[in-house]
Nanobody, 119 residues
Framework: QVHLVESGGGLVQAGGSLRLSCVAS????????MGWYRQAPGKQRELVAT???????NYADSVKGRFTISLDNAKNSVYLQMNSLKPEDTAVYYC?????????????WGQGTQVTVSS
């Protein structure tokens, strides 16, 4: 019912930048928050950053000061500006949307996009 389309991943050198985008379509209703998670090979999926519809943000300690998340409620989109990238940022990045209607919660995930940072 909800489709999340991600873009912006790829290969970049250490110290470089990438901007990830995620656009949600379908039965969105009202947004609680949108966010980005990542999973490196052999590791569990971890939170990178989230942003509520009201603009409250939360970041993993490992990305504070380097990554910036932004949410566009009108476009049902979330972005992740990644600066000063490090090899340890290499992972599959997943977009997440949490939405609601009349108290019913919905949780949607994107397909994931690969980010590779070379030294």
């Amino acid at each position: 019912q909800v489709h999340l389309v991600e873009s912006g991943g790829g290969l970049v050198q250490a110290g470089g930048s990438l901007r990830l985008s995620c656009v949600a379509s379908g039965s969105i209703f009202s947004i609680n928050d949108m966010g980005w998670y990542r999973q490196a090979p052999g590791k569990q999926r971890e939170l990178v950053a989230t942003c509520t519809s009201g603009g409250s943000t939360n970041y993993a300690d490992s990305v504070k000061g380097r990554f910036t998340i932004s949410l566009d409620n009108a476009k049902n989109s979330v972005y992740l500006q990644m600066n000063s990238l490090k090899p340890e940022d290499t992972a599959v990045y997943y977009c997440r949307l949490r939405s609601y209607r009349i108290g019913i919660q919905y949780d949607s995930w994107g397909q994931g996009t690969q980010v590779t940072v070379s030294s």
